[in-house]
């Protein structure tokens, strides 16, 4: 072939090459926008269901008692904030030279306030759950739904009387309501699957317990995406539910990692939760050391989002506001083996080579979040050890979500603290996207 003629032919080859690449590039894109649809379908169903967890198949008894779950959750709602503020007047006082400042005078009152306002909401909101429970729940909902509510409201009575013991919180109550509105029949299953439902009867024991929490084992014993409540893991029944998913698939590799740290070090340290993500993480949270909620004695045994204490508290809020789901987030420690104390320079430099570790079981992995000093500390330090392995990670450094790193008698500092944290958060969130 003539070179003239190779020339005029190049345009046409150049176009057609051109025209199956575009082809290709437009196929590539089309999957991706259905893939991100279905995931914020996904998304947006979780969070519905956080509010509206009734699978009842008669549309008004569903309505009703969505109802009433949200009319209960509104209480306890009020219940979180009391304790909250009780909190802060009695256990987490600042430093001893902020203690006569007229902003801390301030605070304890703006505290007492809020326990005042709290409870006399909860009082007033409460008549109206109570006789939801008995003109729409006890006359048409099934045996388990109404057994949970009347626990629910038993509880939140004796809350409000003084007389809570400790044993059945609220917030436990609220829990095991959801689920039970929630597998009386699972999205996707109809009456038609097993014959119809009896409305009359409960289920049996191996139909239904009070571990069970909705969304979070499916028939192949792989956790699904949760919905997480604060401080749930103050329930045995649920810590001892959550402790029989440890090795489940996509917790195994990490926790069996928690296994070896522990025989190779000879010291105790907690495992990952598996309401996270586990191997499939793609945001890597990592903060300064266990904490004592963690504990197997005195707490859950495990990093969790749901431990019975403030910083895990702050730290469901924050990864809730952004959007996150918890199975793309996975916790981790500077120094992860428990000490309760800030770890000392040699130990940070021992917590590299775990955390090395960790981050090649997750091959996923696209944003890091540094929280407080020790853990940027650490991860400086991990930059020039392993540059190869942080030079493919977003790194996003904010503080810690304890009382101690949050705390300053300057409220509007406090309240950028809280912010930058929620920045942080809400930026993870966007590059996921």
């Known amino acids: 072939m003539g070179l003239r003629k190779r020339i005029a032919q190049a345009p046409s080859a150049a176009r057609a090459q051109m025209s199956e690449v575009t082809a290709s590039t437009r196929t590539r894109l089309t999957a991706a926008r259905k893939r991100a649809r279905e995931l914020k379908d996904e998304w947006q169903e979780r969070r519905y269901r956080r509010n509206h967890p009734s699978t ?25 904030a009391i304790e909250h503020a009780q909190r802060e007047l009695g256990s987490e006082m600042p430093p001893r030279e902020f203690l006569s400042t007229g902003s801390v005078r301030e605070e304890r009152r703006m505290y007492r306030e809020s326990i005042r306002q709290s409870t006399s909401d909860a009082r007033r909101e409460f008549p109206f ?73 409960a289920p049996s024991d191996s139909e239904l317990t009070d571990a069970q929490v909705a969304d979070e084992t499916p028939s192949d014993g792989e956790p699904a995406a949760p919905v997480l409540l604060a401080r749930r893991m103050r329930d045995p029944e649920y810590r001892r539910h959550q402790h029989s998913l440890v090795y489940v698939d996509r917790l195994a590799p990490i926790n069996q990692l928690v296994d070896a740290l522990r025989s190779e070090q000879g010291e105790w340290m907690p495992y990952v939760a598996p309401t996270y993500g586990g191997i499939e993480a793609r945001v890597l949270a990592v903060f300064r050391d266990p904490g004592p909620r963690t504990q197997q004695d005195k707490g859950s045994g495990f990093l969790s989002l749901e431990n019975d204490d403030p910083s895990a508290e702050r730290h469901l809020g924050f990864v809730t506001d952004a959007g996150i789901s918890p199975t793309d987030l996975t916790v981790w420690n500077a120094y992860p083996w428990y000490i309760n104390r800030k770890p000392a320079s040699g130990e940070i430099d021992r917590g590299l080579d775990p955390l090395r570790r960790l981050i090649d079981l997750l091959p996923d992995l696209e944003v890091l979040i540094a929280h407080g000093g020790a853990a940027q500390t650490a991860w400086l330090r991990f930059e020039r050890k392993h540059p190869r392995i942080a ?26 603290r809280q912010a930058d944290i929620a920045h942080a958060y809400a930026k993870a969130a966007a590059l996921l996207d």
């Open 129 to 201: 759950l109570r006789e939801q429970f008995v003109t729409t729940i006890k006359p048409s909902s099934i045996r388990e739904v109404v057994l949970q509510s009347n626990a629910m409201v038993d509880s939140i009575d004796l809350y409000l009387r003084n007389r809570f013991d400790g044993q059945f919180h609220p917030e436990d109550a609220l829990t095991r309501l959801h689920a039970a509105m929630f597998d009386q029949c699972p999205p996707g299953s109809s009456e038609d699957d097993d014959g119809p439902a009896d409305a009359g009867s």
């Open 56 to 80: 009842a198949q008669d549309p008004q008894i569903k309505d009703a008692e969505d109802s009433f779950y949200q009319a209960a959750k509104s209480v306890v709602g009020h219940i979180s």
């Open 391 to 416: 030079n493919r990670l977003e790194v996003i450094k904010t503080y810690h979500t304890s009382q101690q790193a949050l705390w300053t008698p300057d409220v509007e500092e406090r309240q950028r």
